[in-house]
């Protein structure tokens, strides 16, 4: 492994007719050095920790973005509006985060593909069509609340944004456009070490470490209603964001991390959700201790007047330093989501989609991320109450579409012959689908909330216990069966040595008979999209009552 930090990377010769893939293979280069292709994982402390960093960035940027512009405002609302009676919410989506995470970067390593790619390939082009239109509309929406947070945060700092939103779309397009895999992954990190900002920010509204302990025990402040229930759905939407699905996996391939490097990649992923599960805390924080006893507790409007209200109170430095978080969570939010988009396309269209190729190499990517940026930076430019609705909105109509995604995922971790050795385990596919009838029973407690809002806390609660009791007898059973780790694997994890198994990969998807579909399965899926269709109605219906409100 060297630690040159300078020039071009090199890239194997563009073999490929269609020219798309050819850049994904070839050394792992990153911003702090570089692995040969060749090389294997090698013993020593100190060895392990460059390869570490070396290997460092798909998982940390991608639990980073997660914190973006809506999840400062998210949180912040939290906090402002139930102190800190709803941290336990970030709590239970630890596991959630790592699982999810865990499963796209293991697709990435071993298939090779991104994610859209994937589903495309295994499920055909209805389901493709499905995953990617959803991801397309969702994420335009989510660079849109991105660059309200740019307007507010210089707002705040005394740039209009007639300036700011044009320069900071300006800026997202340079640093990605550059053809170099290094120079962006280290611009990233440099963006991502400004968050470091918290920490005094933090300390300077005193948070009582009493107050804080106390959000971890399970409640609902002010009942099980559906405007806690949006909140709380808006979180899960926030942390766990479907785009995460396809970014992580999209650039654990792009920065050519295979098989043999998956453990490096699952300790860069739980040093993300460290730093995005602190961050996220801390915000959460900063209102609730800053503005506590003020006029401004308990009626959040944006993250604008959360930095004004704070630098009223503990002086202008606390509030130039919240709006510094906001503007670098909303440039990292925006530079990831849009990738995540572009990657997706690419995918789907089968054209160049890696940031090793410049721009005349690959004008269809890049001028993908152009129009993606300049549409939404378009839209943040409607009037106010069209943008509060926007940004209320989008973070829990993506905690409604997550289980959809999940689903996807966890089906493909369980194809064999695209994952052979490295396909889910029972214990894997127990959490994994315990984790999507979890969202999908909140998804179904805020739809019901929101289509009889005087349903009682209890009733509520009733609903989701039996919820969870009719997911745990069917699973039962699935287990039961001996159908729940689905059939024995194309190649068994016992029949293959542990170094084997590290070499392993995908062979060529067009080598790969597509897998048929049950009637069951497709009822199943069909069942949940129309299901999922209803709940993103009620939803928009509920956040434009709230905004007429």
Request: positive net charge; proline residues 4%.
């Amino acid at each position: 492994m060297t630690s040159t930090t300078t020039g071009r990377e090199e890239s194997p010769p563009d073999t490929s007719s269609a020219a798309s893939d050819s850049k994904r293979s070839g050394d792992i280069v990153g911003a702090f050095g570089r692995i040969r292709e060749d090389e294997r994982p090698t013993s020593g402390r100190w060895r392990r920790l460059q390869t570490l960093m070396v290997i460092s960035g798909p998982g940390l940027i991608a639990m980073v973005g997660d914190n973006d512009a809506g999840g400062v405002a998210t949180y912040a609302q939290a906090g402002q509006n139930y102190g800190m009676n709803l941290l336990w919410t970030l709590t239970l989506l630890i596991p959630v985060l790592y699982v999810n995470q865990e499963m796209v970067l293991r697709l990435g390593a071993v298939t090779r593909v991104g994610h859209a790619r994937l589903i495309f390939e295994r499920f055909g082009k209805f389901w493709g069509a499905f995953s990617v239109g959803d991801l397309l509309v969702l994420n335009a929406l989510t660079i849109v609340t991105e660059f309200i947070g740019v307007a507010l945060a210089l707002g705040f700092l005394g740039c209009p944004k007639i300036i700011a939103i044009p320069a900071a779309a300006v800026l997202l397009f340079v640093v990605v456009a550059g053809g170099s895999f290094r120079r962006w992954e280290a611009m990233m990190f440099l963006l991502i070490a400004v968050n470091l900002a918290i920490i005094p920010m933090t300390l300077s509204v005193h948070p009582s470490w009493r107050g804080t302990v106390g959000g971890l025990l399970p409640q609902f402040p002010g009942g099980l209603n559906s405007t806690v229930l949006l909140l709380i759905v808006a979180i899960v939407g926030t942390t766990v964001a479907p785009w995460q699905l396809f970014f992580q996996q999209s650039n654990v391939v792009d920065k050519r991390i295979t098989a043999r490097w998956i453990p490096y990649a699952r300790a860069d992923l739980v040093l993300g959700i460290v730093v995005v599960m602190a961050g996220a805390a801390a915000l959460m924080a900063v209102t609730a201790f800053g503005l506590l006893g003020t006029a401004a507790a308990g009626h959040f409007t944006d993250a604008g007047a959360v930095a004004a209200g704070l630098a009223d109170h503990f002086g202008s430095t606390v509030g130039v330093l919240f709006a510094i978080i906001l503007l670098d969570a909303s440039l990292i939010g925006a530079n990831a989501i849009g990738l995540a988009t572009t990657y997706a396309v690419g995918d789907a269209m089968g054209k160049r989609h890696s940031l090793h190729w410049t721009i005349r190499e690959a004008p269809a990517f890049y001028g993908g991320y152009a129009v993606l940026l300049g549409v939404s930076a378009a839209v943040a430019f409607s009037p106010d109450p069209v943008l509060g609705l926007v940004t209320q909105g989008v973070q829990a109509l993506a905690g409604i579409l997550l289980p959809s995604a999940t689903v996807f995922l966890v089906l493909l971790c369980n194809d064999r012959p695209v994952m052979g050795p490295w396909s889910n385990t029972l214990r894997q596919n127990i959490v994994a689908w315990t984790i999507v009838w979890c969202l999908v029973l909140l998804s179904l407690a805020l739809t019901a909330a929101t289509f009889f809002p005087h349903l009682s806390t209890t009733t509520i609660e009733a609903g989701l216990v039996a919820g969870a009791l009719t997911g745990l007898t069917v699973g039962a059973g699935v287990i039961f069966t001996g159908r729940g780790g689905g059939n024995r694997p194309h190649t068994d994890p016992r029949d293959v040595g542990a170094q084997q198994r590290l070499e392993w990969h995908t062979p060529d998807l067009a080598t790969l008979t597509r897998p048929v579909m049950s009637s069951s399965r497709r009822a199943g899926l069909s069942t949940l999209r129309v299901y999922l269709a209803l709940a993103v109605v009620l939803v928009v219906i509920k956040i434009i009552e709230a905004g007429m409100a």
